[in-house]
């Protein structure tokens, strides 16, 4: 599972960085020229395709806690292990799970803003704070890549302590299985 997500959430990060750098060279969104208008698509469809992916990335991690997280409870119940096991799990999973929460929300508002910054958009959305629409788009954007980036690293480092834990339970089994002279 390491190696697996680590190849999705690197391509996951790349695909927001190419949003990223896409929406820096439209310019002036308002400007009919084809070429902006082609920059500007190319900025949505990449973006809208970024914003799924890493949400695909993020979904996949929760299905792996969920899936592991049951078969270690299944397992300690079975073979009457040691309920460390599965406090260590659910430990990881909730922790990871609030961490994902924040990466997919903070999505969601890249996407909002940059939807209200579209001069096709009925909102209007010039400034917040003094600051110009297209400049909180671009910082909230920035701000969502460096989030899903630290929520990534935080992600690997649980799947990687919860490989370690369930390595841990395929131990004590497999000792109580030799013990007891059952096949392994």
């Known amino acids: 599972m390491k190696r697996i997500f680590s190849t999705l959430a690197v391509l996951s990060t790349l695909l927001l960085l190419t949003a990223l750098v896409l929406g820096l060279n439209i310019g002036d969104p308002a400007d009919r020229a084809r070429a902006v208008q082609t920059v500007l ?19 996949i991690v929760l299905t792996y806690f969920m899936g592991t997280g049951r078969w270690i409870e299944e397992t300690v119940r079975v073979y009457h292990l040691d309920d460390h096991w599965l406090t260590g799990n659910r430990s990881l999973k909730y922790r990871t799970i609030g961490l994902m929460g924040l990466a997919l929300s903070m999505l969601i508002l890249t ?24 400049t909180v788009h671009f910082l909230v954007a920035a701000t969502t890549i460096g989030v899903n980036l630290v929520v990534n690293v935080w992600e690997f480092q ?13 131990n004590e089994v497999h000792q109580m299985r030799i013990a007891r002279g059952l096949p392994v």
């Open 111 to 134: 996407a909002g803003f940059g939807a209200a910054v579209d001069p096709a958009s009925t909102v209007d959305f010039r400034s917040l704070a003094g600051i110009p629409a297209d």
């Open 41 to 59: 698509t190319y900025h949505f469809l990449t973006a809208m395709a970024a914003l799924v992916f890493a949400a695909l990335v993020h979904a």
């Open 158 to 170: 649980a799947i990687r302590r919860n490989s370690d834990l369930i390595a841990g339970v395929l």
